[in-house]
């Protein structure tokens, strides 16, 4: 019979946890084994008891605890009740170098006395304890503000069962699931029938049954359910949902660059997964840039990843068809493209990050180290296509939207040339662009603007990745208020390029000296493409190509980060 667990000390009560909890426990399938079991705030220590000098203990950190659950076992006769800790710790991995979470639990038979309602009373009251213990155990990025999600967190989650190879759901019910349960979230299951039905869904939702927003999906998925918060009246007090990332798609770019932030080792596949998942149960909230994007025919949508225009679009929408191979798509949508490399025209401007206002009037200065020279860019408005839609060299990209969640089709994340709905003309219906001219004006002074009109790609980028494998931006944060626009410039070679995005999966392509390379932290940007054919991109998704304009606003969203 195991020995009793020492008495709570008032003194050291915090949100129902005691500072310390010692128990003797037998082992579930040996009763003949017995351990010492003690709970500080910080670690589960655990050492099985025996009369050889040389007994191991055993540490788990709560930091990589997400639950306990007490509960009776299957057998009525049996009088004792059992807990079990959920553990993802960082270990070995079996076939490879490297460290990555692996799932553990610790399971203990508690028969204090005769009685079973006792028995169980101990079970939840060492659970309750290590529950709130890892709670308040989160891991915690130095210099970042967070907050916490409400327990117990109503959770509802989005799934595309067609994103990336197909394989959502399955990676939910295999893996999402269970964490889910030991971490006593309650979720709802949605699972998405036809393109933009997160849109729609989360556009029209009661936003106050729900503390959090899940996507499983690839990054289209989060663009779809951004977008549809935004056109809500309530858009303000909608944006400050809590939104989650789970990898189901090819690129999985935020989840990788979630999983970055946390400064886990480098993960993929699978053990993404589990890592975004670990902290989605931990709970832990930061904040999140958005990006307002204006087009030609004056509608505006919001983004979280990027806006690219060239060889980054080309090969993200050219490498749909391979969509079923999995993230190597993207490898073979380089190769494809490289082998037929195209040079796009157009102007592009930028507002520097150090620069936020305009110089007065009469200054005559221009802002320091800021080359310049006479552009359609900052001398004539741009062209405006009102009520434009996507040219029709894009039309073959158009999907079948009544789709139901048996069809085999493509999924939320594919080809869109939908005309985004404008927002309603009133005070609440959309934050103002500050640091934008209107697309028919030119930009202001202080905008540097590119004397190179050739360009092979352009890529305005606010997270650290573009896909798992590449690490386009390892300064970056989800809260840095900055765009990271990158441009490479006509004359590069294509060995030159291919060595840029293979130096880009170790976050090395920026120490290549590629003179052809142009990186700048800025604020804003506008892009005018001159080339008639060409596609522009955003989030991954398709928008009608002209002129486009776009600026950073700072912690906008709220993004599930640890």
Request: aromatic share 8%; net charge neutral; with cysteine.
């Amino acid at each position: 019979m195991e020995k009793d667990a020492s008495p709570p000390d008032p003194s050291r009560q915090r949100n129902g946890f005691s500072g310390v909890l010692y128990g003797e426990f037998s082992d579930t399938l040996n009763y003949g084994v017995r351990y010492s079991v003690s709970l500080t705030e910080s670690a589960l220590t655990i050492q099985r008891i025996s009369s050889s000098p040389d007994r191991t203990k055993v540490v788990f950190n709560l930091s990589d605890c997400i639950g306990c659950r007490a509960y009776r076992g299957p057998d009525s006769a049996d009088i004792g009740a059992y807990f079990t800790a959920y553990f993802y710790p960082f270990k070995r991995r079996w076939m490879s170098a490297g460290v990555a979470r692996q799932r553990v639990e610790q399971c203990f038979r508690v028969a204090l006395v005769q009685e079973p309602l006792v028995n169980l009373q101990e079970a939840e009251r060492w659970a309750h304890a290590i529950r709130d213990a890892s709670l308040m155990q989160a891991p915690r990025r130095e210099g970042v503000i967070y907050t916490e999600l409400r327990r117990p967190c109503r959770t509802m989650i989005l799934v595309n069962p067609q994103s990336g190879r197909g394989q959502a759901l399955q990676l939910f019910t295999g893996h999402i699931q269970a964490m889910l349960t030991e971490a006593s979230i309650p979720y709802t299951l949605v699972i998405t029938e036809h393109q933009n039905h997160a849109r729609e869904l989360v556009r029209k939702a009661d936003l106050s049954q729900w503390d959090a927003l899940v996507i499983m999906s690839g990054d289209g998925l989060l663009f779809e359910v951004i977008n549809g918060l935004m056109e809500r009246e309530d858009w303000q007090q909608a944006i400050q949902t809590p939104l989650g990332i789970l990898p189901g798609g090819s690129g999985n770019a935020l989840a990788a660059s979630v999983h970055h932030y946390s400064q886990s080792p480098p993960a993929w596949n699978e053990e993404l997964l589990l890592s975004c998942g670990f902290m989605l149960c931990k709970g832990l909230v930061s904040s999140l840039d958005l990006v307002s994007v204006h087009l030609a025919s004056r509608q505006r949508l919001f983004s979280f990843l990027s806006l690219a225009w060239g060889f980054v679009a080309d090969v993200d929408i050219e490498s749909e068809k391979y969509r079923h191979v999995g993230a190597i798509r993207f490898l073979m949508g380089t190769l494809v493209r490289l082998a037929s490399l195209r040079v796009y025209q157009g102007r592009l401007a930028y507002l520097p990050a150090k620069e936020t206002l305009k110089p007065p009037k009469g200054s005559g200065k221009d802002p320091p180290s800021t080359p310049k020279k006479p552009s359609l860019c900052s001398s004539l408005p741009c062209h405006l296509l009102p009520n434009a839609s996507p040219k029709k060299s894009s039309l073959k990209n158009c999907i079948d939207t009544n789709l139901n969640q048996n069809s085999i089709t493509k999924s939320s994340n594919v080809i869109t040339n939908t005309i985004l709905e404008p927002h309603r003309n009133n005070k609440t219906a959309s934050p103002v662009d500050s640091l934008l001219p209107s697309l028919d004006q030119p930009v202001p002074d202080n905008w540097t603007v590119v004397n190179e009109e050739d360009f092979v790609l352009v890529l305005a980028i606010y997270q650290s990745h573009l896909a798992e494998d590449l690490w386009t931006v390892p300064g970056a944060m989800a809260d840095d208020g900055l765009i990271h626009l990158f441009y490479v410039t006509a004359g590069i070679s294509r060995p030159a390029l291919l060595r840029l995005f293979l130096a880009m999966e170790k976050g090395s392509h920026l120490a290549c000296g590629c003179p052809y390379l142009v990186y700048e932290k800025v604020r804003a940007l506008r892009l005018e493409p001159i080339s008639q054919q060409g596609m522009i991109t955003v989030d991954g998704e398709v928008v009608e190509y002209g002129p486009i304009q776009a600026q950073v606003h700072p912690g906008m969203a709220k993004l599930i980060c640890g």
